[in-house]
């Protein structure tokens, strides 16, 4: 059985020791968080903020981002091009973006 998380605020875990639990995230604040190289395969994040996390290198499979905010991440090598396009839409402000893929998504807006 997923879990569900609404309105809930994340600071400054480091998910590379202990994996981010599978669930849904709806409205979530992540801040100062570590996600390198983690595993997000198959997680819906819907209206979320990340601010100041970093997520470089981390598998996206199948990940569902929508209305999501990325506010001074560092994104290095992330391949968005994997993540679950229905609905995709992300905002970027002031986020290290290099070796990220977006190959073949609608990116219209964005």
Same mark, same amino acid.
């Given at each position: ?15 590379? %020791? ?10 979530c604040t992540f801040t ?7 595993? &997000?395969?198959?997680?819906? +994040? &819907? ?7 970093? $997520? ?6 199948? %990940? %569902? +981002? ?8 560092? $994104? $290095? ?11 995709f839409d992300v905002y970027?402000?002031?986020?290290? &973006?290099?070796? %990220? ?10």
């Amino acid at each position: 059985m997923p879990s569900f998380f609404i309105d809930k605020e994340f600071t400054g875990i480091d998910y590379t %020791a202990k994996p981010l639990e599978k669930g849904e995230y709806d409205n979530c604040t992540f801040t100062n968080c570590t996600f390198a190289e983690s595993n &997000l395969s198959m997680i819906p +994040f &819907l209206e979320c903020e990340f601010k100041a996390c970093n $997520l470089s290198m981390a598998t996206l499979n199948g %990940a %569902a +981002f929508n209305d999501v905010r990325f506010i001074t991440c560092k $994104l $290095l090598g992330l391949n968005f091009n994997n993540c679950n396009d229905y609905l995709f839409d992300v905002y970027f402000e002031d986020c290290n &973006l290099n070796l %990220a893929s977006f190959y073949k998504l609608k990116l219209k807006g964005i």
